[in-house]
């Protein structure tokens, strides 16, 4: 007996055409109806496990994490080489083209996408005179948690960044790249500090970006226990008042906080402090720069504490 739906003029079996010869129907783009076919780039690499700075996954996973442009030579073949499957998009000068066979190579067996651009375009791109001829589309590094990050937190000599009040993007790069330098194991950022991942900061880091984990706190006075309780001794930098850095000695297992230029370091954070410190200098200015400040300590810190 022939079954009913092959009379109907609008059935279609599996695999058949809407109408003869067109073959079959294309996947609807209403999420309403299906899930969106992804775009080959898409495809490329697998997606990471994104989630909030709790390290759970928040409530609108899978959504897609969002992408921000890295811009300069030296940050951009830095985060290609350590995080190949978060490239999704590249802009370069011709210019940069013999510079960039190996990811422009990547690109192309990845079915990543790439435009050689003008001068001009590029600067659009990066809102920056200081792109130097390439630009990455990339997924952002996760921030890390304060509690999942101590579970695993290198034993004895141990060198810790919090940054108090410092908001500027440039700073936070130059403040990467001195950290990488001189051995910090992370960044630390209060939960409401406007720092984060940014194309400004790792053009400045020139890499660095890629070897300094950022973590973002949450209560100061919990951040604070806890660091403690991993044997931990905070050291705030003050404009005057301190001890000379370079006579004072520097804890194994240091948190070095460093405070924004107008404003200091917190009162919270002086009170927790275990030992406050300065870097003398001849009075002619009132201070460092807080990236170059930080360069100070760092390597005093290093140079006090460096195994023999």
């Known amino acids: 007996m022939t079954d009913p739906k092959d009379k109907h003029p609008l059935y279609r079996g599996p695999g058949q055409g809407r109408e003869e010869g067109r073959g079959p129907r294309p996947p609807r783009r209403d999420d309403r109806q299906g899930p969106r076919i992804p775009h080959r780039a898409e495809r490329a690499a697998p997606r990471p496990p994104y989630g909030d700075v709790e390290g759970r996954q928040d409530d609108s996973w899978p959504a897609k994490p969002k992408e921000f442009r890295i811009y300069g030579l030296n940050a951009c073949l830095a985060a290609f080489r350590a995080r190949p499957e978060s490239v999704r998009k590249l802009w370069l000068l011709e210019s940069r083209i013999p510079k960039l066979q190996e990811l422009l190579a990547f690109c192309v067996k990845n079915r990543i996408g790439y435009n050689v651009v003008e001068n001009e375009d590029l600067e659009k791109l990066t809102a920056s005179a200081h792109h130097e001829g390439v630009c990455l589309a990339m997924l ?149 720069n807080v990236s170059a400040a930080a360069a100070v300590l760092l390597a005093e810190w290093r140079r006090q504490n460096s195994k023999a």
Not at 254 to 274: F, I, K, N
């Open 140 to 288: 952002p590094q996760p921030e890390l948690n304060l509690s999942n990050w101590l579970m695993t937190a290198p034993t004895g000599r141990c060198l810790l960044l919090w940054l108090d009040g410092v908001g500027n993007p440039h700073n936070l790069g130059a403040i990467m790249r001195s950290a990488a330098h001189f051995g910090v194991a992370a960044i630390l950022l209060p939960k409401t500090s406007s720092l984060s991942h940014s194309g400004a900061a790792s053009r400045v880091a020139e890499g660095a970006a890629e070897h300094v984990p950022l973590i973002r706190l949450g209560r100061t006075d919990n951040a604070i226990a806890q660091l403690a309780s991993a044997g931990f001794t905070l050291v705030s930098t003050v404009v005057r008042g301190g001890s000379d850095v370079f006579r004072s000695e520097l804890p194994a297992r240091c948190v070095m906080v460093m405070g924004a230029e107008q404003t200091g370091v917190d009162s919270d954070l002086l009170a927790a402090s275990g030992l406050r410190v300065e870097v003398p200098g001849t009075g002619q200015v009132e201070s460092l």
